[in-house]
């Protein structure tokens, strides 16, 4: 008998043996200033929602990882000039009834409406701190910032963290108690600096990625932790093997720590991953010979348990629907649905 794409995610996830294996992939619908879009902004917001529409007719993902574009900004982060501690000092959390919050539910609301009687959905949900690193980063487009206010003022990162991690726990039990949402797919990752040892890591910034990983789990089994090796960021995966979640994704081909590895640190664990996500690798440039037979690979060596075929991390923006359709396809072939 055909698993509907919801049942055949859920045994995925619990470690059943499956006939078959769920495949999905995502990638950003806006434009990288229009993602942190200001709360009000619902011509954006309207993009994003046709561009997730779009992608889901065309790619038939058995999964649906819903961008939280035109709301990647914080506001307090993006008001902030973030060159200090006093400056991280000066982040606060927000009331429950800001826009920034009750917008993204309503936001989720309208998304999952679309997709979640047909797949399970998950939404993208940066961990505390990472919402600091994301602004500098891909707003200001600043590498190298985060890395000096982590090495040099660890207490007053640490309080920003905090407040942060505040709001994004009113955010996780909203979504997850008020919308049709599944699960959240939970983005952390090693503060790039030899400072950061594990120990360390644990006390300025694992404390609050925690408090909200185990608020969305007291309200769903099904959350994926992804360990971001987005543009070659490196990870040490074992500051993560006390961090629990129904599914794991880590960046296979920028950490060199395969699936069958990875299983190894997360064991009895759904993995997620396969496709190096960078341009100019086998997802963007191979043939579809080589495409299909790299994701069969990938399946085959799954076993058909515990595993949903999918890439490192977001893959291009610039990537054809048809390409991921081929892979999706592979996955679904033996299934009744035409290419």
């Known amino acids: 008998m055909q698993e509907s794409k919801r049942n055949l995610v859920k045994m995925a996830f619990s470690g059943e043996k499956m006939q078959e294996v769920p495949a999905g992939f995502w990638h950003h619908f806006l434009p990288e200033k229009e993602q942190f879009a200001k709360p009000g902004d619902k011509a954006a917001q309207e993009r994003a929602i046709e561009g997730h529409k779009k992608f889901f007719e065309e790619v038939k993902p058995d999964i649906m990882k819903i961008m939280n574009d035109a709301f990647i900004g914080h506001p307090t982060v993006m008001e902030n000039p973030l060159r200090n501690g006093e400056d991280l000092l000066a982040i606060k959390s927000l009331p429950e009834d800001h826009p920034w919050i009750t917008e993204q539910v309503e936001h989720l609301k309208k998304m999952t409406e679309f997709f979640s009687d047909k797949v399970m959905c998950f939404y993208n949900i940066f961990s505390p701190v990472q919402w600091i690193r994301i602004r500098l980063e891909f707003f200001d487009l600043d590498f190298e910032r985060f890395v000096y206010l982590a090495e040099n003022y660890p207490k007053e990162l640490q309080h920003a ?27 952390v990752q090693n503060v790039q600096s030899p400072k950061y040892d594990q120990k360390t890591y644990k006390e300025i910034v694992g404390e609050d990625e925690l408090a909200v990983l185990k608020l969305a789990n007291e309200l769903s089994p099904y959350n994926i932790l992804h360990i971001c090796g987005y543009a070659h ?41 396969g496709f190096d996500n960078n341009p100019k690798t086998l997802i963007t440039e191979g043939d579809r010979t080589d495409v299909e037979k790299f994701a069969e690979d990938c399946i085959e060596e799954s076993k058909y348990r515990s595993f949903i075929l999918g890439a490192d991390c977001s ?11 081929w892979i999706t396809y592979c996955a679904q072939k033996n299934r009744e649905q035409g290419e």
Do not use: M
């Open 161 to 187: 963290g905090k407040e942060l991690g505040k709001d994004i726990q009113t955010l996780v039990r909203k979504l997850l108690t008020e919308t049709k949402l599944d699960g959240i797919y939970y983005c």
């Open 233 to 273: 960021h490196k990870n040490n995966l074992d500051f993560y093997r006390d961090y629990e979640a129904g599914a794991y994704n880590w960046a296979v081909h920028t950490e060199g720590v395969s699936l069958s590895e990875g299983r190894k640190l997360f064991p009895g664990k759904c993995i997620l991953g």
């Open 315 to 325: 893959v291009p923006n610039s990537i054809s629907n048809e390409r991921l359709r």
